[in-house]
């Protein structure tokens, strides 16, 4: 007997072996078959969906959940245009605490404004309590000069604007999260998620010091898990600074590890761990990702590497050769540049044909690098979000010969290389929907159109979103298709996005989701 029968349904399997159905039944969570293989047997429940759509639960393979949803419950500073409605929702967030606490606002865009804001201006109205204003880009931020007293000379700038290392350390000053409150905020943001049609997702880089959300970060998924509070499956990125140099056998390969020796591969089911995360440089909001010519209009600011080219290097390739499967945070082609010879290098030295190794965003990739992408069999994850909300900034600063290189999608499609779409929520919009549209018509919010010859067809933009973000999680066998014998994570969708009209893609309702054939959370 089935658990469940799905019927009357419009199937998009994205199993080229049977790319679609009617009809499917569920037992233990899983697909067991379609249409006439299942049409005899009896089930305890059964599911008439009136001829809606239904996909492969989309899987998120870059998110940010605990950041998410500290953000969500935190006050704002957007939209702001003018300085002045930034400060006054700081003097309206510090009545809220008491003296001498943390007055934490999210949203902060100083691209955005008519004049820039200081530590001296938020010290007007701080009234005597620490500021902190994260930018939108989550490689920056805005302190008063409180904080800035409390931080190590390194780190201060007088003008209170921190990025990188120095956020870092505003970040690591702040009283820490209790284990509740980032379980509460991970559950939060996991069930936005959900209601976007997201089954899976990888959570990109906890424990560290430059962006982590405190050291117990992996436990507050645990809690939120046994709780019964995370309703999409999620996989953990390690930070690399979370390593530890260790004393292994001589002809043993891992010089460094977590306390355990855990690596990519551990845990199963609804929480795992997945790649180890590298940060190879900045951000573009920030000005801080790396680049091989300056951004347009700032002078000979390139950006910046998150270390020496060396030290990321024998990171990455140490990572390698213990077995991690490596995600390297590159957006400028600088970076790429390290990343890319860094991955060669290691698999010079121990051949991992199956490493499945990533590259994070890959914002700005030159023509050159292409072809080495591909025959390293690198994955780029890309952020489509980035360009819907911000690529009219993006383009603007890299100008018009660069400008076709921002994260690109048929450049990687024609050259071999795998291509998969996520959010990195907090930093861009979530929705799955929104972004396949996105990589359909390469238009940001304004209109403007940004690398047309970069456009994916519907059908390789949700390969992204299903299939390909399954392969990059390690997750192939189990998801990202609706295949007998795979999990039944499905999103039922209130039309096609390949037969309805283009722009009306993210719009597209998502009525309802199963995560292993239950649809309640």
């Given at each position: 007997m089935l658990c469940t029968r799905i019927t009357n349904a419009r199937i998009v399997t994205m199993d080229p072996a049977r790319p679609r159905a009617a009809e499917l039944g569920i037992w233990r969570g899983r697909v067991v078959g379609l249409d006439e293989d299942v049409s005899g047997l009896t089930a305890r429940r059964t599911v008439d969906l009136d001829g809606a759509v239904v996909l492969p639960g989309f899987i998120d393979s870059h998110v940010h959940l605990a950041w998410a949803g500290l953000k969500a419950?935190?006050?704002?500073?957007?939209p702001s245009t003018r300085a002045d409605d930034v400060l006054r929702a700081v003097a309206e967030a510090v009545t809220r605490i008491p003296a001498g606490g943390w007055a934490n606002l999210g949203s902060y865009d100083r691209r955005t404004l008519d004049r820039p804001l200081t530590a001296a201006d938020l010290d007007a109205v701080s009234e005597g309590r620490r500021v902190f204003l994260g930018d939108v880009s989550g490689h920056a931020c805005l302190v008063n000069t409180a904080v800035l007293e409390g931080l190590p000379a390194w780190a201060v700038r007088s003008d209170g604007f921190l990025v990188e290392e120095a956020m870092g350390a505003a970040l690591q000053s702040r009283p820490a999260h209790s284990l509740e409150e980032l379980a509460g905020a991970v559950a939060h943001a996991a069930r936005v998620c959900r209601s976007e049609g997201i089954t899976g997702c990888a959570e990109a880089g906890i424990g560290g010091q430059l962006f982590g959300r405190g050291p117990i970060e992996a436990a507050a998924h645990q809690l939120a898990h046994e709780s019964g509070r995370l309703p999409v499956r999620?996989?953990?990125m390690v930070a690399s600074?979370?390593?530890r140099p260790v004393a292994t056998a001589r002809q043993d390969t891992t010089s460094r590890a977590l306390s355990l020796g855990l690596r990519t591969g551990f845990g199963g089911g609804a929480l795992s761990l997945g790649?180890?995360?590298?940060?190879?440089?900045?951000?573009?909001?920030?000005?801080?990702?790396?680049?091989?010519?300056p951004y347009r209009g700032h002078g000979s600011a390139s950006g910046r590497l998150q270390g020496e080219p060396e030290e990321l290097t024998a990171t990455i390739v140490e990572g390698h050769l213990a077995g991690w499967q490596l995600a390297v945070h590159a957006i400028g082609d600088r970076a790429v540049d390290v990343a890319l010879d860094a991955l060669e290098q290691g698999q010079k030295l121990r051949p991992r044909p199956d490493a499945r190794h990533r590259i994070e965003h890959a914002g700005l990739v030159r023509p050159d690098q292409l072809p080495r992408m591909a025959a390293l069999g690198v994955t780029c994850v890309v952020q489509p979000g980035f360009l819907l909300h911000h690529g009219d900034d993006?383009?603007?600063?890299?100008?018009?010969e660069r400008e076709g290189w921002l994260y690109r999608g048929r450049a990687f499609l024609d050259h071999g290389v795998r291509l998969v779409a996520s959010s990195d929520r907090p930093v861009a919009d979530g929705s799955p929907l929104r972004a396949v549209q996105f990589m359909v018509e390469r238009a940001s919010r304004s209109g403007r159109t940004i690398g047309p010859d970069e456009a994916t067809t519907v059908e390789e933009a949700l390969r992204a979103y299903t299939v390909e973000a399954a392969r990059a999680c390690h997750w192939d066998s189990d998801a990202?298709?609706?295949?007998?014998?795979?999990?039944a994570d499905l999103v039922v969708l209130g039309d096609d996005p390949r037969r309805t009209e283009t722009s009306r893609i993210g719009d597209i309702e998502v009525v309802r989701t199963f995560l292993e054939g239950d649809d309640a959370y």
């Open positions: 419950s935190a006050p704002t500073a957007a999620v996989q953990l600074d979370a390593l790649a180890l995360k590298v940060w190879a440089d900045g951000g573009m909001m920030a000005r801080t990702a790396a680049l091989t010519r993006y383009a603007d600063v890299m100008g018009a990202g298709s609706i295949t007998p014998g795979k999990r």
